[in-house]
């Protein structure tokens, strides 16, 4: 278990009878960044907090860098590096008086000048955090929790109010981050940026681990590849499907949009439904070979676990009747 950055067996948390986490189990890879997913209320601000040592979970295993993150020493909290949604930085301090701040309790801090020119923060000059805007606030709080050069990073929605170009820079400061030897746990609802960063993902929902991989592995159809295309209305599927390899499947919905599903898709294959159409006068159309993307493994298991309460509690409820949260 030392080997990981966190590790979560088991973790349950309760507020009352509202539980946040039902029996969570996750894994962070040392120097890898892995991109932690959930709907609102799954309960990743919850894990954050725990592993950040701010909650103690009620029951389960919790280790952060191979310790437990409630009991650990002051220079033992200084490796972990934490950018929270909410809170963390003086109303009245100026981006360079808080992150400033931050350096002076750590032995070998960012150079400050340099944090604040890669996260464009130098133009706000004297502007207090309070009259900051969301996404100038985001970027302070980001240089904060990096400052200390932090062995593991944990990351509550880094990028949210960024315009697209300082998104870029975040996104690539995080990287090198991570090739710079630390490990991050990045929680975020942006799909494109959890693909883009991630070496592994964890997604969650009601408290609990319900997928993980690497982007490539969620994505993979267990259903094999789709060839979709538009032709005219009610083709002969069945005389199509012969000029075909075994194996495939056919289908029409709406009328005049088809879905082609088998095993393996080549360039023969498409060819051979562009010929066919051909041959029968048919002009075949907008031609494209699919794979889920993250979005919609997302929204399929996240739902799934939605319904699926081994205890017979309904959806969005503890056992008890609490709803989960966070």
């Not at 170009?165 to 690539?172: C, D, I, N």
């Amino acid at each position: 278990m030392n080997d990981d950055a966190i590790v979560m067996r088991d973790v349950v948390k309760q507020f009352g009878a509202t539980v946040a986490l039902a029996g969570l189990d996750f894994t962070v890879s040392t120097n890898r960044i892995t991109g932690l997913l959930g709907p609102n209320g799954a309960g990743k601000t919850t894990a954050i907090e725990i592993c950040a040592g701010l909650q103690q979970a009620d029951s389960g295993e919790t280790r952060v860098l191979g310790r437990d993150p409630w009991r650990r020493t002051a220079d033992q909290r200084a490796e972990v590096g934490v950018m929270l949604q909410r809170g963390g930085v003086s109303a009245g301090a100026s981006a360079r008086q808080a992150i400033a701040h931050v350096a002076r309790f750590y032995a070998q801090p960012w150079d400050v000048d340099d944090l604040i020119d890669r996260l464009s923060l130098g133009s706000l000059g004297r502007t207090t955090f309070r009259r900051m805007s969301g996404g100038e606030q985001q970027r302070v709080k980001l240089a904060c929790a990096l400052v200390g050069r932090p062995k593991l990073i944990m990351l509550d929605e880094p990028t949210a109010g960024l315009d697209p170009v300082v998104r870029h820079q975040v996104w690539e400061l995080i990287r090198d981050v991570r090739d710079a030897g630390a490990s991050v746990l990045l929680s975020t609802h942006a799909m494109a940026e959890a693909e883009e960063l991630s070496d592994h993902l964890v997604i969650i929902s009601a408290g609990r681990c319900v997928a993980e991989g690497t982007a490539d592995e969620l994505t993979s159809d267990p259903d094999g590849q789709t060839l979709r295309f538009r032709a005219a209305p009610h083709l002969d599927r069945l005389a199509l499907l012969r000029a075909l390899p075994a194996g495939f499947d056919l289908t029409e919905e709406p009328a005049g949009t088809y879905r082609l599903t088998g095993e393996r898709i080549e360039p023969a294959t498409m060819a051979a439904v562009t010929a066919w159409c051909a041959e029968h006068g048919v002009m075949a159309s907008e031609l494209t070979l699919q794979q889920r993307d993250l979005e919609q493994v997302f929204l399929e298991v996240t739902v799934q676990a939605d319904g699926d309460h081994g205890d017979g509690s309904e959806p969005g409820t503890a056992p008890s009747g609490g709803e989960v949260v966070r």
